[in-house]
């Protein structure tokens, strides 16, 4: 049986230094800290992402670490929304797996982005990690890793460099990243730009612009920038919402992934005359099998929240009406692992994205490509 994927929201700030740098004491950052552990280890990571890097581009990395005896798949995820100062913020989804082909757990996190792309490995990193834990109220709440980083294979082979790596646990208050930064930067350490360690290795690569970037619109836009603009916009919403729903982490996810698709849909018919309808025609209806199937699952989560409203409202008033089944939010959250249904007649569920979807994607990617050349008037 598979192992259960984890989840972990990793807030971090990193910094670089020279091979000479020696840590300060830490302990000073704030009051009531001290250091509660040291640990040295060695650990080989391989990332993967498609020939053109489009994931590393978006900020996001899979990886696969190999670490005593054990082998766990990462994927990280920007929460830009999340992100303290000075830092950077990610959702961290882990999963235990064997080594050497993407556990269908992890792609499915980033398969609105691969689509019909295929994930391959673009680098291999072997790390000396010496992590200082502190804590303070008898809690853990920063781990700073000091990491020596040899890139073994692939893009970037032969390069070495040094980082720091502050890391607070989910009980830390924000502050203290700051606090242990300056500390550090009191020593010598220089402020690094927050960005996964692929990116460093990849440079301007992963520097380039996402393959989902906004249009941006000047004075005298052709009509193809009018329409790429549009649906460009709808299209990124449909994908940047793709794993907030696979991993149930905000019911607003479902809504904003079912507006954009209605809005696709309605401008592919505002456009259809300077469009192919042989192509847009079959996305249209595609879409409209989607927003079903999204609707469905919003419906629910409306009436979920109006029944725990009204459980609320039962219970202050000492009644015992309105309540809430204990069942209804299991079941609810059940209904997105079930698999998506290859026909849009069949009973719909969001946690899409298979053979079909990944097809349906694709056309969606191409819809950000189109530009026809005619000025807009009027």
């Given at each position: ?9 990793e ?24 250091e ?6 060695v ?7 498609t ?20 082998t ?6 920007p ?10 913020t ?5 999963v235990e ?14 398969v ?20 200082t834990?502190l804590?303070?109220a ?13 890139v ?8 070495r ?15 203290l ?24 290795v990849?440079?301007q ?28 916009e709808?299209?990124?919403?449909i994908v ?16 904003q ?6 809005r696709l ?52 008033a ?9 069942s209804t939010r ?8 079930t ?5 849009p ?34």
């Amino acid at each position: 049986m598979a192992a259960t994927p984890e989840r972990n929201l990793e807030r971090e700030a990193k910094l670089a230094v020279d091979d000479g740098f020696l840590a300060p004491d830490l302990t000073t950052s704030a009051d009531g800290l001290v250091e509660r552990s040291t640990r040295e280890a060695v650990h080989v990571d391989s990332y993967y992402d498609t020939p053109d890097v489009r994931l590393i581009r978006a900020g996001i990395t899979v990886r696969s670490r190999e670490e005593d005896n054990r082998t766990i798949w990462t994927v990280k995820l920007p929460m830009p929304d999340a992100d303290v100062a000075g830092g950077l913020t990610r959702l961290e989804v882990n999963v235990e797996a064997p080594a050497g082909r993407v556990p269908g757990d992890a792609a499915r996190l980033v398969v609105a982005r691969v689509r019909t792309g295929s994930l391959r490995l673009v680098a291999r990193f072997r790390t000396l990690r010496r992590t200082t834990t502190l804590g303070q109220a008898d809690r853990a709440v920063v781990l700073v890793d000091d990491d020596e980083v040899t890139v073994q294979e692939g893009i970037g082979k032969g390069q070495r460099f040094r980082e720091l790596e502050v890391e607070l646990t989910p009980e830390a208050p924000e502050e203290l990243l700051s606090a242990v930064v300056d500390t550090l930067a009191g020593a010598g350490a220089r402020a690094a730009e927050p960005r996964p360690k692929l990116a460093q290795v990849l440079g301007q690569a992963a520097a380039e612009s996402p393959d989902l970037d906004p249009v941006e619109l000047g004075d005298d836009p052709t009509l193809g920038e009018l329409v790429g603009a549009a649906l460009t916009e709808h299209v990124r919403r449909i994908v940047d919402h793709d794993p907030v729903i696979r991993l149930d982490l905000d019911p607003e996810g479902v809504h904003q992934m079912r507006v954009a698709t209605r809005r696709l849909r309605a401008d592919l018919r505002t456009f259809r005359p300077v469009l192919d309808r042989e192509w847009s025609e079959p996305l249209r209806d595609e879409l409209r099998w989607l927003g079903r199937s999204l609707g469905a699952v919003r419906d629910a989560d409306v009436m979920l929240a109006s029944l725990v409203r009204c459980s609320a409202c039962s219970r202050a008033a000492g009644t015992g009406c309105c309540s809430t089944p204990s069942s209804t939010r299991p079941a609810r959250r059940g209904s997105r692992k079930t698999p998506i249904p290859t026909s849009p007649r069949a009973a719909p569920h969001p946690s899409w994205w298979p053979n079909r979807g990944r097809s349906f994607g694709e056309r969606c990617a191409t819809l950000t490509r189109i530009r026809p050349t005619r000025r807009c008037t009027g």
